[in-house]
């Protein structure tokens, strides 16, 4: 994903909740599964909780919602009940925002992954999700460590390279790309 910050400008359908977060044009975001998100269909990326700034009085039309573990905090506007922004469980000290809530013009690209929220403990464990809200994160390491544990994790896969790709290979399946042309380069396993 690209570095660069952008300002992103944001909030809720009746926009009474507005906010402004620094983010890259191309972000990822994190379907996530459990019973929270699932029923909200709630796509979010996640920022360091310093690159989020409430704007105005939005902070009058939020309410919170927690269940479980009451870590992570579910905002949502209490005009329209749209949420727009939360403290995620996987990342306290950062805000996940709906990236279907930022104002049109600055996300050039969204990459989606899974986070099964289901099965919280292993899927944070699995994701790297926890080093998104960092500030100084080198996230392609973080990928690579990620990408590592889950090939020691699943022994029957073999990694494949040709000239441009790394790609995953077992025998139940075709080739599954596994770094992007453009990090081949870099990358040694």
């Not at 700034?53 to 009451?70: A, E, R, W």
């Not at 929220?117 to 690579?144: C, M, P, Q, V």
């Not at 460590?145 to 896969?157: F, G, S």
Request: charged letters at 20%; aromatic letters at 10%.
């Amino acid at each position: 994903m690209a570095s660069e910050l952008v300002v992103h400008n944001g909030g809720c359908h009746c926009k009474k909740v507005r906010w402004r977060v620094e983010a890259p044009a191309s972000v990822v975001a994190w379907d996530c599964n459990c019973s929270n998100c699932f029923m909200r269909a709630n796509t979010h990326f996640i920022v360091p909780l310093e690159r989020f700034k409430l704007l105005g009085d939005s902070s009058n039309f939020v309410s919170t919602y927690t269940f479980g573990s009451h870590t992570a905090k579910h905002t949502f506007c209490k005009n329209c009940g749209i949420t727009s922004f939360y403290r995620p469980r996987s990342n306290p000290d950062g805000v996940a925002i709906t990236f279907k809530c930022v104002d049109p013009g600055t996300l050039t690209h969204v990459e989606v992954r899974q986070f099964d929220g289901s099965n919280w403990e292993a899927s944070y464990d699995h994701t790297g999700i926890a080093s998104f809200s960092k500030l100084n994160t080198n996230r392609l390491s973080i990928d690579i460590k990620c990408c590592y544990n889950l090939l020691v994790a699943t022994p029957l896969i073999d990694i494949v390279e040709d000239e441009d790709h790394i790609f995953l290979e077992d025998s139940n399946t075709s080739k599954m790309p596994l770094f992007v042309s453009v990090l081949t380069n870099h990358i040694k396993i």
